[in-house]
């Protein structure tokens, strides 16, 4: 995973700034049901989505958590006492805390299956009965958009996808909870340039290529032989899945 401490500063707008962020908020709003009170946001990071959610009905009272303390020190600056520093593998709540549980662009940072069983279990414990889960799934397939980059990056080593929607819909399905529909949103400022992926890669993005390696070096080389090198390509569309605990 990326040292998110160090990611903090640059954060927002290395991954689309504020129009990624009403996407997202408002394709994670259209799967919370209009009702709900308490929503928990895992993984807020610096709070760009999570202070939307906080803010888009009268009625949310949202509180986010997130492991690394300068992102989360970010949020609480967004959303004074509304921030927890927790580990969503082990969250500090009580069980049925929360009406609704949400996590964007969480799931795929877990280092192995358990860790996403474990994350999945969590967020159904703290659902009340009836509660919605909404999560992203296949973060890392979105980035794939067709493009000559994507092309010169097939054939890298890649970490399978601890995301993967038919993995997410398992471990959910194990804690009882049920599907409950799908929503997608555009990554603003997302679409990557042959120049931004080469920097990605040296800093250690794509994880299963340290920075230094040979083959980093070959993919870094072929990427500053394509046009246009500062052209974003494609914007990724991201997906969401969402879970309801039956009541009663
Ligand atoms: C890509 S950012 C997403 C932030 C935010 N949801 C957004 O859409 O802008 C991932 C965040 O997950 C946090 N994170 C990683 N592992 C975590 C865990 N086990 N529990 C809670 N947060 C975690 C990181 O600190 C980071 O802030």
Do not use: N
């Not at 690394?68 to 600056?77: F, L, P, S, V």
């Not at 927790?86 to 009406?99: I, M, N, Q, V």
């Not at 299956?113 to 296949?138: I, K, M």
């Not at 500053?224 to 090198?229: G, H």
């Amino acid at each position: 995973m990326l040292d998110y401490d160090k990611e903090a500063d640059a954060y927002d707008a290395s991954r689309g700034g504020e129009p990624r962020a009403r996407a997202a908020a408002d394709a994670v709003l259209g799967l919370i049901p209009a009702h709900t009170g308490r929503l928990l946001d895992l993984a807020c990071g610096t709070g760009i989505v999570t202070r939307r959610l906080a803010s888009a009905r009268p009625g949310l009272r949202v509180t986010g958590a997130d492991l690394t303390y300068g992102m989360a020190r970010m949020a609480a600056a967004r959303l004074p006492g509304a921030i927890v520093l927790a580990d969503s593998r082990r969250l500090p709540f009580a069980d049925g805390t929360f009406d609704a549980v949400t996590s964007v662009w969480l799931l795929h940072l877990l280092d192995d299956a358990q860790d996403v069983r474990g994350v999945v279990a969590e967020c159904a414990r703290v659902l009340r009965p009836g509660g919605v889960y909404v999560t992203t799934v296949d973060k890392a397939a979105a980035h794939d958009v067709g493009s000559d980059i994507d092309e010169v990056l097939a054939g890298r080593p890649r970490r399978a996808a601890r995301d993967a929607a038919v993995l997410v819909e398992e471990y959910a399905a194990q804690c009882g909870l049920l599907p409950a529909g799908p929503a997608r949103f555009l990554g603003h400022g997302q679409g990557r340039s042959p120049r931004r992926t080469a920097a990605d890669l040296g800093r250690g993005w794509f994880t299963m290529l340290p920075p230094g390696d040979p083959l980093t070096e070959r993919f870094a080389a072929h990427l500053a032989a394509l046009p246009d090198q500062d052209r974003p390509r494609a914007d990724p569309v991201f997906s969401l899945r969402s879970f309801r605990k039956p009541a009663g």
